[in-house]
């Protein structure tokens, strides 16, 4: 049920209102604004919603305003959802906790949202995982290759090389447009071009067209396809997908999906928390990664790219989420559970004070730097014995990844040769490939190779179990020779004794993961445990948080768990 009010419309359904938050919770840019008007909006995150109870935000970004919001004051929230301006109707704060240095607040739950109707049509974006090849072509016929990116019922957005500049320069009458969807659809349509924006950073032009000359039957295919466009997109975003079916249109032929909580041939039922879940995109990316790696194709610079930005964005979010969620991707396979655990705690431990776009090469580096491993002889990972020739053979595969990333125009080179060139490098000139020693190596490279080791030696390995961070942490320190004294002391100064993600036993005999921890580095909320297996849904038990020492006592012992 809705009422028209003025530029707005107010919705009322339940659902419909459930589904707008949604959309805000995973794309981001939410306001608060106070109702006196007195501040200017201030960016938050919305991170949660309980259906008819509550809105969970982190106010961390607006700690100056939390006493008068404390003290009651109103204030409303608006965003983007849905292609379309969204407003709350005012709300109180109900509940503020302060955890792990972040304000956690809660509000009551909205029963009804403002939406401001504009004019322009409705565009469908294509998320991260939705590719739809596409092609213009002009007079003479020849094709450019592109990639959809959003659709509707007046036009499209396609993503397109600098070398469609020419064509498009040409274009005084309309191009042919056609797209290729994932269960086969072909589409052909006239368009102009009417805008184009370059991105630099990935040497790509975005080209909006207007569609012309188009039958009934056409308007009536495009319709369809913003539907379902729109209906794929919602399956990605939502956490919880058990009322969300796959749209056909992006099924490939033979590979029909079983049900509806599937990324690839991923279930992330099985995924312990949310942001885990939200993971999966990156981990099925990797995974795919890999095999066009032993097909021979080169690292794909945009999909490196989007799932970097993605990684960054999470990051912002809820860091801490964020590093215990890299503990529960054990479905994952170890190249790719270690590269995002990598990517992570590296980015964590360095990226403070530094340039966005630096620390998106750190990420993407971390990202990949061990999927050259997928392009050496695989006898080597069984041998029982691990001897010189078997260590020069392995030692290619970091020039052989470097190798597949000169698309990657983006990446910076300096990065990218910091973190895959020298993760593996040792101070006494024990590592590889240079074997370079002391001052020749790079400081971030000294970095990642400490974080490198602390993220190998938290899983199993053939010839050795997974260790805890105490143990990994007597290891680092006392081979001075081969790792730095300085980022060692530093990475357990910055994730503590027992970091986020750990198991451990607290004196109450009772088990239980450190979800966060306190300014002081003691546990601020953990997630019970029943046995010492890792992290998936099944084995997720109840959540405390609050006065830990208290509730369980203090810990007495981590446990090692191979995630």
Not at 371 to 385: D, M, S, T
Not at 522 to 528: I, R
Request: proline fraction near 5%.
């Amino acid at each position: 049920m809705s009422v028209q009010q003025d530029e707005y419309e107010s919705v009322t359904s339940p659902t419909a209102v459930s589904a707008f938050l949604d959309t805000m919770i995973e794309g981001g840019g939410v306001s608060l604004c106070l109702a006196s008007g007195q501040v200017r909006p201030e960016p938050i995150v919305l991170m949660e919603q309980h259906a008819g109870k509550a809105l969970v935000m982190d106010l961390s970004s607006v700690d100056h305003l939390l006493s008068r919001l404390q003290q009651g004051e109103r204030f409303f929230l608006r965003g983007q959802s849905q292609g379309k301006v969204v407003r709350t109707p005012l709300l109180s704060l109900t509940e503020t906790r302060r955890a792990g240095g972040r304000f956690l607040c809660c509000s009551d739950y909205p029963t009804t949202l403002d939406v401001l109707q504009r004019r322009e049509s409705f565009r469908a974006e294509l998320r991260l995982g939705m590719a739809v090849p596409a092609s213009i072509s002009g007079e003479s016929g020849k094709g450019i290759l592109g990639e959809l990116r959003d659709l509707s019922q007046d036009g499209c957005q396609i993503e397109l090389p600098p070398t469609a500049s020419g064509v498009l320069a040409d274009a005084h009458m309309p191009l042919l447009l056609a797209f290729t969807f994932p269960d086969g659809t072909y589409f052909e349509v006239q368009g102009m071009p009417r805008h184009q924006k370059t991105d630099p950073e990935r040497h790509l032009l975005r080209v909006g067209f207007r569609f012309t000359s188009c039958t009934s039957e056409q308007e009536r295919q495009i319709w369809y396809f913003v539907c379902e466009i729109e209906r794929e997109a919602a399956r990605y975003n939502k956490e919880e997908q058990d009322d969300r079916q796959p749209s056909p249109l992006f099924e490939q032929p033979g590979k029909r999906a079983t049900g509806s909580e599937h990324v690839g041939r991923r279930d992330i039922r099985r995924y312990a928390t949310p942001m885990a879940r939200r993971l999966v995109k990156i981990a099925a990316y990797l995974d795919a990664q890999l095999l066009l790696l032993q097909q021979g194709s080169d690292i794909d610079s945009r999909q490196l790219s989007r799932n970097a930005d993605r990684l960054l964005l999470l990051h912002e979010e809820d860091r801490e989420a964020l590093l215990f969620a890299t503990r529960c991707l054990s479905p994952e396979p170890l190249l790719v559970r270690h590269g995002i655990g990598v990517a992570v705690h590296l980015l964590d431990l360095v990226g403070a004070n530094m340039p966005r776009d630096v620390r998106k090469a750190i990420v993407a580096s971390g990202l990949v730097h061990d999927l050259g491993k997928a392009l050496v002889p695989q006898i080597l990972f069984k041998a029982p014995h691990f001897e010189a020739a078997h260590r020069q053979a392995m030692s290619e595969h970091v020039s052989l990844l470097i190798d597949r990333l000169q698309h990657c125009h983006w990446l910076s080179a300096t990065v990218a040769q910091a973190v895959i060139g020298g993760i593996n490098e040792r101070l006494d000139g024990s590592g590889y490939p240079e074997g370079l020693t002391g001052e020749d190596i790079n400081e971030l490279a000294k970095a990642s190779a400490v974080v490198d080791v602390v993220e190998a030696m938290r899983r199993d390995r053939v010839d050795r179990p997974a260790k805890t961070a105490q143990q990994i942490y007597r290891h680092l320190f006392s081979h001075p020779h081969q790792f730095d004294a300085r980022w060692i002391k530093r990475y357990v100064e910055h994730f503590k004794s027992l970091p986020v993600g750990s198991l451990a036993y607290f004196s109450s005999n009772q088990m239980a993961w450190i979800v966060r921890l306190d300014e002081h580095g003691a546990p601020a909320e953990v997630t019970l445990a029943h046995q010492a297996e890792p992290l998936v849904r099944e084995t997720l038990g109840a959540t405390l948080s609050g006065d830990i020492l208290e509730k369980l006592g203090k810990p007495t012992r981590e446990v090692a768990v191979s995630t």
